[in-house]
Antibody, heavy 122, light 112 residues
């Protein structure tokens, strides 16, 4: 059974930093592409960024609003993906979901974490 | 960026009746291998999104067969053959053809 445990959300002042984590179990972490998606209160889904699998180079891409402020990394030994958020703004207030995807025999397995709430406010 | 446009944004449906949601992309979604990187997701109130359809027409694991995805080029459709009360929530399309990955605005399905 796949389990995703997200942690690290909370209240932070504008300009501050926060790191959220997503610990993954029950799937082959080395083969997973992990995406972060956020959802502001009452709004739709917004892609934040992704980290490719080790097999595909482990590279990252980011959405324009967070480029240069957010960094995605992973610790393979801990099966954990991190989203480091710096220079936070009120507009970054949202639930942050991690979404690992693995492809096994052409079937896509697309999982979403429970989400962690990040509130940016003075 | 690829713009994803859903319609309708609100969809009242009587249980047992069919429902259909349209998603239009601003660019064709098709890679060199013939894959259509168009997914559908469902989000119940207060819950995380869950995968329904991937690569345009493939049901995700555990998704009931009353859900189906179709389409090509820039026009895609999610159909529910017989709506059930548990289908209430918001449906999103998403393109993964290129970064930035983009979502539609969401379609809110409600029971009449």
């Amino acid at each position: 059974e796949v389990q995703l445990v997200e942690s690290g959300g909370g209240l932070v002042k504008p300009g501050g930093s926060l790191r959220v984590s997503c610990e993954v179990s029950g799937l082959n972490f080395n083969d997973a592409w992990v995406t972060w998606v956020r959802q502001a209160p009452g709004k739709g889904l917004e892609w934040v960024g992704l980290i490719r699998s080790n097999t595909d180079g482990g590279t990252t891409d980011y959405a324009a609003p967070v480029e240069g402020r957010f960094t995605i990394s992973k610790d393979d030994s801990e099966n954990t993906v991190y989203l480091q958020m710096n220079s936070l703004e009120a507009e970054d207030t949202a639930i942050y979901y991690c979404r690992p995807v693995v492809v096994i025999s052409l079937t896509h397995y697309d999982y979403w974490g429970p989400g962690t709430l990040v509130t940016v406010s003075s | 960026d690829i713009l994803m446009t859903q319609s309708p944004l609100s969809l009242p449906v009587t249980p047992g009746e069919p429902a259909s949601i349209s998603c239009r992309s601003s660019q064709r979604l098709l890679d060199g291998n013939g894959n259509i990187y168009l997914n559908w997701y469902f989000q119940k109130p207060g819950k995380s999104p869950q995968a329904l359809i991937y690569l345009g027409s493939n049901r995700a694991s555990g998704v009931p067969d009353r859900f189906s995805g179709s389409g090509s080029g820039t026009d895609f459709t999610l159909k529910i053959s017989r709506v059930e009360v548990e289908d209430v929530g918001i449906y999103y399309c998403m393109q993964a053809q290129q970064v930035p990955i983009t979502f539609g605005q969401g379609t809110r399905l409600e029971i009449k």
